[in-house]
């Protein structure tokens, strides 16, 4: 598993993490044994990134990665977590108050006395411009609440603006080979800034699993049944934006231009991971066998993969089928 230098905090992170969305809810039941087994499977694996948030199954997350942490003493893996979707999506919510609020929980939560990373979870982008936010940050960052903070964003814009100030240590954003435009620009004023990326939503929700069919149905709690519109949040992290049933063909094609032996998930994670200005990439998984084949996606990074001729695939597939619905909305 390769390691890379998490932005500027002196650490260094799995070039393939582990989401824990899964763990926390919105994508069906899943038991905490089966969540204990999906964190040990990734760290012996080499993941040393666990991405969470506070709102995961109301802080279930949180609360699993930190008894699992607890039994592991030395472990090395860093705690990435979220906060500010607690309260309504208003930039009156996203004061100093709440901000300790918020990371004192997760604090409790997490059983750590410093939060790692703390990651302001996709709020408004009146949040995201105002000097006023990383002020309150840089305050929990003096007094050893957080070691470090960033901005997860929805648009490659936020991402910008997060990217220019000084103290952010990461951004995370949507890539994936259904979601191209933040190659433009933003990765790259991130590597020249120092400022890591964290690529979510690296497998569209599933879509680029090779597994679902137009037949596919998912369980009611599951944001794949309730979110396709953006009916309870915003739409690009259903599916990355794309209608289901193209994007089913847009997954058929890239598959079909990989080389036997190479399955779509790891040559997509793979491709996500070796792209310039690409930290770590964090899929989630529901199961043992799911952390572990993201975990092995890693192992594409050092050869034996032509990522430049599936890099070509890419785009291609990305131009004619998903460019004009995908490219000017995020």
């Known amino acids: 598993m390769q390691h890379r230098p998490l932005g500027r905090i002196g650490r260094e992170i799995s070039a393939i993490g582990l989401g824990t969305w899964q763990l926390g809810g919105n994508w069906g039941e899943v038991s905490e044994s089966a969540a204990l087994a999906v964190l040990s499977a990734s760290a012996d694996a080499g993941v040393t990134l666990f991405d969470t948030a506070d709102v995961y199954g109301d802080g279930r997350s949180e609360q699993i990665i930190g008894r699992f942490l607890a039994d592991r003493p030395g472990h090395e893996i860093t705690v990435a977590t979220k906060m500010g979707r607690r309260a309504d999506q208003v930039p009156e919510n996203y004061t100093p108050e709440n901000f300790r609020t918020w990371t004192d929980r997760s ?73 191209l435009k933040p190659l433009d620009e933003v990765l790259p004023a991130a590597e020249a800034a120092g400022v890591a990326i964290f690529a979510r939503v690296p497998l569209a929700s599933g879509l680029l699993s090779g597994k679902y069919t137009t037949a596919t149905t998912f369980a009611a709690d599951d944001h794949r049944t309730f979110n396709r519109h953006g009916e309870a949040f915003d739409k690009g992290e259903t599916f990355s934006g794309v209608d289901f049933d193209e994007g089913l063909t847009a997954a058929l094609e890239l598959a079909d231009a990989l080389p036997d032996g190479v399955p779509l998930p790891a040559a997509s994670l793979a491709w996500i991971a070796s792209r310039p200005g690409v930290t770590s990439v964090i899929p989630g998984a529901r199961n043992v066998a799911q952390a572990a084949s993201n975990a092995r996606a890693g192992a594409l990074l050092d050869g034996g993969f032509d990522l430049d001729a599936f890099d070509g695939a890419v785009r291609d597939v990305y131009d004619r089928r998903l460019r004009a619905a995908v490219h000017p909305q995020w």
Do not use: K, M
């Not at 790692?116 to 990383?134: G, K, M, N």
């Not at 309150?136 to 490659?156: K, P, R």
């Open 107 to 179: 604090r409790a939560n997490l059983g750590v006395d410093t939060l790692d990373l703390v990651q302001l979870h996709c709020p408004p982008s009146p949040v995201i411009e105002a000097a006023a936010t990383y002020d309150a940050l840089d305050a929990l960052v003096a007094d050893g609440t957080i070691a470090a903070y960033g901005v997860s964003v929805e648009t490659c814009q936020q991402a910008l603006d997060a990217i220019a100030r000084p103290n952010v240590t990461n951004v995370q954003i949507i890539v994936n080979p259904f979601r």
